[in-house]
């Protein structure tokens, strides 16, 4: 590994980006320990990072295993209305349901983003007939999907959902709550917040950690650099090259510039139902998102009749937004792989 030298250089240049990524794999991290890695000092570490909070945003916060929790698969949400609710009406109706863990208002296709966890099959009929109901007047029509696997990034989880999960005991209820609302919360302060001891808190820790209840200890940032937030949803007419400009998407994707706030893809997830994916992504200007947005999907996938909604996200009802720093090796493993397996990425 390279020695890092404590130089106005690295600190302005590389260190803010060596945090966000670091926080991003494991906000939990000792801050002492990166610093003896890096040849830093503790003081420097500690106040860029204090600045990278300020400037960015930064929640930090768990990546949660809903099926872990014993809720089935996520579900997304699409909703375009022909006339559109009050702002304090959408975010009072959806803050008081327990089950939409994130809501994202668009402006597009569609004007509202959900992501919706808790509902079996059958409470999810009934949801939604009631969600159409209750907003009649305005004429929504909405667009379902189940989240059948996330490949890239996470939808953050509220705490009134960890609350109903009827597979953690009461007391790691108030841990698993504590961290998801600070994952660097010191221990000290869980102990006072969820009652408990010191011990208890340790033991739920590594119980949920070792269960794999708590995926990530991570961090998202709130307000990245890139300005443009969207999200878009895709449906395809698959064909036998569908791989193949996968691994073509991926290696494009992984030449983005890694010293942003954020990654251009936040969050790409593989749908059934009303969208086959959905991609949720944060670009620094137009000319980025043409070249790396839904007209990339479009020309890469024409073969297949690529059928493309998109809204650009203009704030948050419930929830955080998902937006995080990563560094790809998903997609460099995963696109050399399907080059390997199909003969070539060209």
Known sequence: ????????????????????????????????????????????????LSQLEEKYKLAYTLDLDIRKLGFSDGVIVTIKFEERPDFEYLKHRFEKDTFVQDAYLGEGDFDIFLYVVGLTPQDLIMWQWNLRVELRKYRPILRISIVEASIMGFFPIRNPLIEISERLSPSEKKILKGLNDDSRAKLKELVLKSKTTQMKAIYAIQKLKREQVIRKFTCLTQEPSKRIFLAFAINFLPNENHKKKLA???????KEDLHASTSDYSLICDNVGAYDTVHICTFENGERLSTNGPDLHKSLFSEESPKIERSVLTGVLVGKWPFHLDDYEFFRKESVKLGVEDGSTA
């Open 248 to 254: 073509v998407l991926w290696d494009t994707l992984v």
């Open 1 to 48: 590994m390279r020695k890092a030298r404590e130089n106005k250089e690295y600190v302005e240049k590389e260190l803010p980006y060596r945090l966000l990524s670091e926080m991003y794999k494991d906000s939990r991290r000792s801050l002492k320990e990166l610093g003896r890695e890096l040849h830093i000092s503790y003081h420097t570490i500690s106040h860029t």
